[in-house]
């Protein structure tokens, strides 16, 4: 039998679980009211801090891709996720050559006045037949230093993130004497493939890629894997293989963000076979990784919820998407992936779901593709009255492309009480509020649709800053289950999905058509 809370009930629940992550005087509390990672925090949990603004008004935008290489409309590029510091300084990795080369830059938040700019050396991994895969910076807590993407799988350190003067030094998983040994060889050789994650020690953790060619100080290569490097310069790693306990297993998916469990101890990320996610017979596996020794706690293949046990179809984590883990206030992990059979789902994928220790697989939703899931309060979703203390919101696509109506949504999903999903028959997380794109799609039919991998969200004022393919943004209210009026930012264009942010006086971001746009609304001021 099911027990309803009381709301009162799933308030305090809901107040002691985050009361919990961000004590006063923690790395975390320190952080809350800016953007420091990927997805905001260590569990990507996409809550902001403070009040959003409605975006009617830009106030500064800056591009995040000099040279955007366009295949008639769609942009096939994933771009990394900005930051904001507490001071309000943002920073954003930017492409600056057609196919490799970047730069990162800090803008002041309030007018967009370039702080300082670093050129990094980080070349791309291989992605053949998959997106261009995203060059990811983090900031470590108290705004300490950006880590950001260097060659050779190092990590380049900036200093005083908030200063147009800071010292940068370099450091590498493998150990910074082997590096200068012969830096082209291990150039060649060794590419980071996801965002830098920090966690609240300012410990840094990634994947990459590896031709396992001899290198200075590894004759037999060193096999593709993710790296951990200490905030005083030391360093592990682990193979794909090890962290997964399975041999067939390749390397870290591209994109997948690392995360964290609340206390830290523990840090989930997700691994496949191919190398460029090719759908195969092996599934790919989440590992759930001491973060500390980066040892294997456990692991569990990623298999698409319509299979059955005489037919098990291993799902896709594929590297043209860019998921990363979601952890939930109860520990509960979720991660998205593409069906086992391209269509058999409309092309939306799953958003699979597990217990803090991957043990259990519970209830997933009928959407998980290029998505990293954001937490949502229950309470501030005021129209809903069921047992969860929190809900997830994520796009809601159905693709024309795939079989699908084109009737686009977003939606807020329960984790724990199910519906029937009226596409595959499969049983689903129950959808508590959805909401349709607003401009049709003439070229498809059906409305443009969602264009986001992680949505920010306000749980002050109970809703979201949800990024369109129509070229605008809008704000999404619980209370009503409304759109704001969309600010225009760009033309419509087709384009990997991207993150929103609200940034600690309120503004909101978004990227459309290769740009960042900084948005208020009309009394900001």
Known sequence: MTILLSRFTRAIVLFFSFAVLIAPGSPAAEAETGWPVYA???????????????????????AVDLQPQYTGNDLFIHYGSPLITRRNTVILPVKTGAEDGFRVEAHRGSDGAVVWSLNTDFSLPPHQFAWVPICGVALIPGDHSVAIPGAGGTVILRNSPDSPCGEVKRLAFYGIENYKRDPAAFNASIQICTPISSDSHGNLYFGYVSTRSPLPGYPNGIPSGLARITRGGGAIFASAAAISGHHFIEKVVYNCCPAFSHDGATLYVAVNHKPFGI?????????????????RKASVPLVDPQSTPDNRLAANASDSGSASPTVGPDGDVYFGVLE???????GRGWLLHFDEQLHRRKLASAFGWD??????????VPSYH???????LTKYNNYVQAGGNGRNFLAVVD??????DPVTGVSVMKTVLKVLGPTHDPELGGVREWCINSAAVDPIRHCAVVNSEDGKVYRWNFDTNTLSAGLTLAPPTGEAYTPTLIGPDGAVYAINNARLFSCVAWDYR
Do not use: K
């Open 415 to 420: 984790p724990n009480v199910s519906m029937i």
């Open 40 to 62: 905001h925090d260590g569990q990507h949990t996409c809550i902001g801090s403070v009040p959003s603004f409605i975006p009617q008004m830009i106030r500064w935008s800056t």
């Open 386 to 392: 069921g047992p969860s203390a929190y809900l997830l």
């Open 340 to 346: 086992a059979e391209f269509s058999s789902n409309h």
């Open 371 to 380: 998505d990293t899931a954001s937490i949502v309060p229950a309470d501030a």
């Open 279 to 295: 759908l195969g017979f092996f599934p790919p596996y989440l590992c759930a990784l001491d973060s500390e020794t980066l040892m």
